[in-house]
């Protein structure tokens, strides 16, 4: 997946034939290149950090205007790292109102907590950078997850997708043992 800033972007990644796109959060108000993604690609997901709820849903109309109908959402906050105070992961509840095809998390935070609550929360999309060295030189390395941190964040996510289970009540087999 690739994100996109600008019409110099979009056109790298036109070449390469792509079907899904991220717009990056600096790209909300970029109008002109929200209808370019929406006429070219089939799958768009749109970041939402630096932005206010009215430009994110002023987004949304633009890129429903052109019928796009797998438009995906990200609550992100851009400032790199993130806090976990800072998150304000309640967003999603007004995110899901907002009849998307699936809401998710850009977390950027040090820990693994954030993405967690979200998966509780409903988000089913998770972005999380990686590196493979933090000692390299990049405005994100020393924050990224390395390759084993990436796994592990990866596990949890699916662990925590399993303990989400079913709405229905289940006694487990362990606790039949136990009886009444």
Known sequence: LFSIFGRYSFNVIKKYKQTQIKIASSEVNNYELLGLVARNFKKIYLSSGMSELSEIIKAIEI??????????????????????????M????????LNLKNIGFSDHTLSNVSSLVALGMGAKIFEKHITLNKKDIGPDNFYSLDPVEFKKY????????????????????NEKKYGR
Not at 63 to 79: G, I, M, Q, S, T
Not at 159 to 173: Q, R
Request: proline share 2%; with cysteine.
């Open 63 to 88: 890129l429903r205007k052109f019928n796009v109908e797998n438009l995906n959402l990200l609550h992100c906050v851009a400032d790199y790292p993130t806090k976990e105070i800072d998150v304000n």
């Open 90 to 97: 309640n967003l999603l509840n007004l995110y899901k109102k």
């Open 154 to 173: 990866v596990d949890e996510i699916k662990l925590g997708h399993k303990s989400m289970g079913v709405n229905k009540k289940i006694i487990t087999i």
